[in-house]
C-alpha cells in the first residue's frame, strides 16, 4: 500500500512562488492517480491538480497557468510547483495517491469527491501561507 509524505509549504508574499514536494513509498502499480488537495479555514477541500500515470494532468481553473503539477518516477515523488502565488492560495495543501484502475479513470480535479474516493494515501498536510 502507498504512503506519502508532503514537504516544501512555507510563508511567501504574494507574486512569489513555492515547490511542494510529496514522496511516495509501496508505489507497485503501473496505474495510479496522485493529486494535490487544499483547504482553507472554514472551506471545503478542493482538488488543486492530478496527474496520472500516462503523465495526463488537470488543474482547477484558479492554478491553471500558475501551477504546474509533475512527478520524477525515478525518485517516487510528486511535485507542485507554485507560481504567482496569491493570497487566495493560502490554504493547508495534502498530497494524495491512489493506485490501480478505480483511480486511475478518476483522475481529474472535476471529479472532486468520486475521485477523493479512489485515493487511499493522504500525506499530513503542509500549510502554504501567502501574505498580500
Known amino acids: 500500500q502507498v504512503q506519502v509524505v508532503e514537504s516544501g509549504g512555507g510563508s511567501v508574499q504574494a507574486g512569489g512562488s513555492l515547490r511542494l514536494s510529496c514522496e511516495a513509498s509501496?508505489?507497485?502499480?503501473?496505474?495510479?492517480?496522485m493529486g494535490w488537495f487544499r483547504q482553507a479555514p472554514g472551506k471545503e477541500r478542493e482538488g488543486v491538480a492530478t496527474i496520472d500515470s500516462d503523465g495526463s494532468t488537470s488543474y482547477t481553473d484558479s492554478a491553471k497557468g500558475r501551477f504546474a503539477i509533475s512527478t520524477d518516477n525515478a525518485k517516487n515523488t510528486l511535485y507542485l510547483q507554485m507560481n504567482s502565488l496569491k493570497p487566495e492560495d493560502t490554504a493547508t495543501y495534502y498530497c494524495?495517491?491512489?493506485?490501480?484502475?478505480?483511480?486511475?479513470?478518476?483522475?481529474?480535479?472535476?471529479?472532486?469527491?468520486?475521485?477523493?474516493?479512489?485515493?487511499?494515501?493522504w500525506g499530513q498536510g503542509t500549510l502554504v501561507t501567502v501574505s498580500s
Open positions: 494524495a495517491a491512489g493506485l490501480g484502475l478505480r483511480a486511475y479513470w478518476r483522475c481529474t480535479v472535476e471529479a472532486g469527491n468520486y475521485l477523493a474516493d479512489a485515493l487511499d494515501a
Open positions: 509501496g508505489h507497485t502499480n503501473s496505474k495510479y492517480c
